[in-house]
DNA sequence: TTGAAAGCGATACCAG
DNA sequence: CTGGTATCGCTTTCAA
C-alpha cells in the first residue's frame, strides 16, 4: 500500500498511463460534465493503479482546495471540541476536509484566522471575538460563518444560541427553586471584545433582565478567562456570604471551577447553586452533575458545514440560525437551604 | 484594517509598489541570503502598506508550506487537546501555523493524514493507530513524529509515555494500598490495530507482568472504546464481585465512565478503588478525585514541534523520546474495604 | 546584490 | 466529447 511515489504522481502520469490528456484526467477527478463512461473507466483505473493523489496546493492555485477551515478560541474548552466532532462528522463522504486551526488565547484568533485565509479554505468557521468590521471584509472574500456571534451581517452568515432566553432559563430555573440572591459570574468585558454581541455579553444582559424582573438586584462578578479565576471569585463570593445563594456561571467549563470552590468549602448545593452553560458531556458525570444550559455544540457544528456548503453552492442571501437553549436540571442546583451560622472568624 | 484587496494583493504588486523585482521580494518575506538592508526596507514598507500576505497555495507549489500538520484520532477524548494546546504554543512567533485533521474513529486517521499530506504539510504528527508500514513510506516523504507508538523507526521520529513502567505504577500503587484483586480494564484488540506497538498493548503487557510479579492473577476486562463502554463493563464486574476490586483503566476518559458506575452503586473508594492513566486536568477535580497515571500531553505537544523543526532543519539520524510516567495518587484509590454481605438477589 | 525567466501541478477556456 | 495551452502566485536558478 504505497502512498506515492518518491517524487510524487501527476496529473501528468495518470494522463499519459491512460492514454488521455491531463484536462481529461482533470475532468474526471472533479467529475465535471463532459466525459465519457469509457474515459471515466480509463482514467479511473490509471489513478488506481498509480495511486495518484492530486496536490491541494496546486488545485488552490486555479479552483478549489477542498477545504474548510475552523477556528477555535480555545482547544481545552470541552465545548469547543463539540463543534470539531460534528462539523468533521457530517463531512464524512464528501470531498471536503476539516482542518481545526486552534487560537493561542493571547491574539485573539487573528493569526489563526489569517493562518487558514492563507491557506485558501474554501469555506471559514470562527467562534472567536475578532472584531466584527474585520470578519465583513472576510465575509466578501469566502464563505463565512460565525458560532455565538449576535450580529446579523449580510456578507456572513451566522449560528448562535439564544442567549438571552438561556439566561433567563437559568435565571428561572434557580428562582423557581427558591432562590432569591442569584449572582452571574461571567468574563471580563477585556477577555470579550466581540461587544455587544458576543454571548457572554448578551448571556449577562439577560440574566439582569431576568433578575430585574423578578424583583431581585443583578449582581455580576467578572473574572479573567484562566482556569481558576471562577474558582477564586467563587471563594471571594461563597466567603463572605451568609445565605444561600444560585450562581449562575458564563460557561461550565468555569462552572466546574465554581463547583471546586463549593466542594472544597464542604457548602450543600442548597447552600451554593450552581448552573452552567454548555451541557458539556461531564456535566452530567454522576460526580458532577452540573445544571447546565444545553446548546449543542455538535449540532452547531452540522449547521455550520451545511451552511458552508450551501455558499460554495452559490448561495449569496445570509442565513442566520438560532440554536434554542434548554435547561438541564441536576444535582448542582437544589431548594436554597440556610448555611449554619458562622462564628465570627470568618478565615482569619 | 483590510484583510485583502478585492483581488487579492499578489507578490508583483508588492514587486512594482516597491520599485523592485518579484525575485527580491521573495527573498525579503524568507528573509533569504543575499538583499541590502536598503532594499529590506523598502520592500518590508511596500509589504505593510499594501497588506501583503503570501499565498500558501503558490508558495507550497515550489518552496514550503509552513505547515505542520497533527492527526488526532479524537478530538472527545481530553488528552488529545493538551497535546495539541502544546504545540500550539511553542509555535508562537515561528512562521510556522499548526493545522489539525480531527480522524474520524471508524476511518482510523486514514483520511485525515492523506489530508494532510495533500496539503503538503512541512511536518505531521500522528498519534493514530495505522499501521507501521504505512508509517514507514510516509516517513520517507516528509518529517514525522508519531505519538504514543512504541517503535524505533529509521524513518521517523516517536515519542513514548513509558506505558510498561506507568503499567507497573498503577498496579503497584494498587498493591501497596493492600488490593490483592486487580483487574485491567482496556481497549479490545480490534480497536487497536497498531499492533504490539500500541499504548494500550503496552500497558496491557505492562500489568500483567506487574500483577504476576505480585502472585496475582491478571484479569484484563476488554471493552469497545465507546463513551459508555466502560461503564458497562464496570457494571458488570462490580455487579459480580464480593470483595474489594482495584481497577486499572486504560485511559482517564474509561475511567471517567468506571467512575460512573462505581458512584451509580455507592461504592466507596475502598471496596472499588479505580486508576486511570493520561492525568487528564479533570482528575484533578475534587468531585472527581482520580488517581491517575500522569504522562504530559503538552510536554509532548512540544517534543514533538521541536522534534518536527529539527527535522525541517536538516536533522536525518531519528531521534525516539521517552517521557516519564508518574502517579498522581487522588481519592479514587484508597485501601481496600470489604463490601457489606449482598442477598441473594443479584438483580433479578 | 539584483532581476529575468523557467517552472511547480493543477484547472479552465476554447478550438477541433 | 476531447485535448492543447494559457495561467494561477510564488520560488529558484542563473546571468548580469
Redesign the pocket.
Given at each position: 500500500m504505497t502512498i506515492q511515489a518518491k517524487?510524487?504522481?501527476?496529473?501528468?502520469?495518470?494522463?499519459q498511463h491512460a492514454?488521455?490528456?491531463?484536462?481529461?484526467?482533470?475532468?474526471v477527478?472533479?467529475d465535471?460534465?463532459?466525459?465519457?463512461d469509457?474515459?471515466?473507466a480509463k482514467v479511473q483505473s490509471a489513478i488506481t493503479e498509480l495511486d495518484?493523489?492530486?496536490?491541494v496546493?496546486?488545485?488552490?492555485?486555479?479552483?478549489?482546495s477542498y477545504t474548510l477551515g475552523v477556528e477555535i478560541p480555545s482547544i481545552l474548552n470541552q465545548f469547543f471540541p463539540k463543534v470539531i466532532n460534528g462539523a468533521t462528522r457530517s463531512l464524512t463522504g464528501s470531498p471536503y476536509q476539516l482542518i481545526v486551526a486552534p487560537a493561542v488565547p493571547e491574539d485573539d484568533g487573528f493569526r489563526a484566522i489569517e493562518a487558514l485565509a492563507d491557506r485558501q479554505v474554501d469555506g471559514l468557521v470562527t467562534i472567536t471575538r475578532v472584531p466584527v468590521a474585520w470578519l465583513e471584509t472576510l465575509g466578501k472574500q469566502l464563505p463565512l460563518v460565525t458560532i455565538g456571534r449576535h450580529y446579523a451581517s449580510v456578507n456572513f452568515d451566522t449560528i448562535v444560541g439564544d442567549d438571552l432566553t438561556g439566561a433567563e432559563l437559568a435565571v428561572g430555573h434557580l428562582y423557581d427553586l427558591g432562590h432569591r440572591r442569584i449572582v452571574h459570574i461571567t468574563l471580563a468585558e477585556s477577555s470579550d471584545a466581540v461587544g455587544a454581541g458576543g454571548p457572554h455579553h448578551v448571556r449577562a444582559e439577560g440574566f439582569r433582565r431576568a433578575v430585574e424582573r423578578r424583583g431581585m438586584t443583578p449582581e455580576v462578578v467578572l473574572v479573567e478567562p484562566r482556569q481558576d479565576a471562577a474558582t477564586e471569585a467563587a471563594r471571594d463570593l461563597l466567603d463572605t456570604a451568609d445565605g444561600p445563594v444560585g450562581i449562575f456561571v458564563a460557561h461550565d467549563e468555569l462552572a466546574l471551577g465554581v463547583l471546586e470552590t463549593v466542594a472544597e468549602l464542604g457548602l450543600t448545593p442548597g447552600q451554593a447553586s450552581v448552573v452552567g452553560y454548555d451541557d458539556i458531556d461531564l456535566a452530567a458525570h454522576p460526580l458532577i452533575s452540573l445544571t447546565s444550559i444545553n446548546q449543542s455544540g455538535t449540532q452547531m457544528g452540522v449547521i455550520a458545514v451545511r451552511l458552508l456548503l450551501e455558499r460554495i453552492a452559490g448561495r449569496t442571501e445570509p442565513v442566520h440560525e438560532v440554536v434554542a437553549p434548554r435547561v438541564m436540571a441536576r444535582r448542582s442546583s437544589a431548594a436554597p437551604q440556610q448555611r449554619p451560622h458562622r462564628s465570627a472568624d470568618a478565615r482569619p
Open positions: 517524487r510524487s504522481v501527476t496529473i501528468e502520469d495518470v494522463a492514454g488521455v490528456s491531463r484536462a481529461a484526467v482533470s475532468k477527478i472533479r465535471a460534465y463532459g466525459v465519457s469509457e474515459m471515466r495518484y493523489r492530486p496536490r496546493a496546486a488545485r488552490a492555485m486555479r479552483g478549489a
